[in-house]
C-alpha cells in the first residue's frame, strides 16, 4: 500500500485546463477548435512563403500562384474537416455514429482522424488541380511541407482535452489523465511525443529538404518524404498509445493508426524512388 501511494505521490499531475478559451457571452471558443485554425492560417502562410520564393522551384518559379494558394486555403479547410470527421468515423467507429448520429457535429469533442483528414485533403487537391490545370504532385508537396504545423498544434489539443492518452507507465513523467476511462493509473503522454514526433520532427525535416535541399525541384519527393516520415512517427509513436477499444477491429498487437499508416510506406518510398530517378 505505501509503495502504491509512494509511486502515485511521485507522479507528475496532469495539468487541468479549461477546454473553453474564451468566453463572449453565448458564444464559447474552445481550444480544439482554435488549434486548426492555428494551424491552417500558419499553414497557409508557410505555403505562400515557399511558393513565393523561386529559387526553391525547378525553373525559377512555383507551378502554381499565391492566388491558387488563397483559393486552396478553402479546399484543404474542406477536407481536413470533412474527412477528418466522416472518413474518420467510417474507419474507427461507425456502430456509435450510427447509434447517436447527432454527435457527428460535435467536433468539439475530438473525433478527428489524421487519416479521414488525409484522404479528404488528398480529394480535394485532385479536384483543385483538375479544376485549375495544375498538376497534382507539386500543389501536394507544398501542403506535406505544412502538415506538421497542423499536427503539431492538433496533438496539443488532444492533450489540452485530456484525450488519445498513452498506455499505463511506470515512467516518472507519466501523468494519470482526467478521463474516467484513462483509470486512476498514471499514463505516457503520448499526445506529447505525437506533438514532437510528427509536428517538430518531421516538420523540421521537410522544411530542411525544401529550403537547403532542393526538395520541392523534384516532383513528389515532399509528399514521399511526408507519407513514410509520418507512417514511421506515428507507428512508434502508438508503441505508447493505449488503443482504441470503440475500433471495430480492436486488437491488442497492432492499433488502428498502426494498420491505416501501412499503406503510407510502400506508398511514399514509391514517390522518393521516382523523385529520384526523375530527370
Known amino acids: 500500500m505505501m509503495a502504491n501511494l509512494s509511486t502515485h505521490f511521485l507522479v507528475i499531475p496532469y495539468p487541468h485546463f479549461d477546454p473553453i478559451a474564451l468566453r463572449l457571452g453565448p458564444i464559447w471558443i474552445r481550444w480544439y477548435g482554435l488549434s486548426y485554425v492555428a494551424g491552417l492560417l500558419l499553414g497557409w502562410f508557410y ?15 512555383a507551378p502554381l500562384t499565391l492566388d491558387h494558394v488563397d483559393m486552396l486555403l478553402l479546399w484543404i479547410m474542406a477536407g481536413v474537416v470533412l474527412g477528418g470527421r466522416l472518413i474518420g468515423i ?52 507544398v ?18 482535452n485530456g ?13 494519470v489523465f482526467p478521463d474516467k476511462d484513462a483509470g486512476p493509473e498514471p499514463r505516457h503522454p503520448s499526445q506529447l511525443y505525437e506533438a514532437t514526433l510528427e509536428g517538430l520532427v518531421l516538420g523540421l525535416v521537410l522544411w530542411v529538404l525544401a529550403t537547403r535541399c532542393g526538395g520541392l525541384k523534384r516532383e513528389g519527393a515532399m509528399t514521399g518524404v511526408f507519407l513514410f516520415g509520418y507512417a514511421c512517427a506515428r507507428g512508434f509513436s502508438e508503441l505508447f498509445r ?38
Not at 511541407?145 to 488532444?158: D, E, H, K, M, Q
Not at 482504441?244 to 491488442?252: A, I, K
Open 90 to 141: 467510417l474507419l474507427y467507429d461507425p456502430q456509435n455514429y450510427i447509434a447517436n448520429p447527432l454527435e457527428v457535429f460535435e467536433t468539439w469533442h475530438g473525433g478527428m482522424s489524421f487519416h479521414g483528414g488525409l484522404i479528404g485533403v488528398t480529394l480535394a487537391i485532385l479536384l483543385f488541380a483538375w479544376r485549375n490545370h495544375i498538376r497534382p504532385l507539386p500543389i501536394g508537396d
Open 242 to 279: 493505449e488503443g482504441d477499444v470503440t475500433w471495430f477491429f480492436h486488437s491488442p498487437i497492432i492499433t488502428a493508426g498502426m494498420l491505416y499508416c501501412i499503406p503510407m510506406v510502400p506508398v511514399g518510398l514509391w514517390l522518393m524512388l521516382r523523385a529520384r530517378t526523375a530527370t
Open 143 to 160: 501542403i506535406c511541407t505544412a502538415v506538421p504545423i497542423g499536427l503539431f498544434f492538433g496533438r496539443i489539443a488532444n492533450f489540452i
Open 47 to 61: 505555403i505562400r512563403r515557399l511558393v513565393g520564393d523561386g529559387r526553391l522551384w525547378s525553373g525559377g518559379q
Open 163 to 175: 484525450e488519445l492518452w498513452g498506455r499505463v507507465s511506470k515512467l516518472p513523467w507519466a501523468m
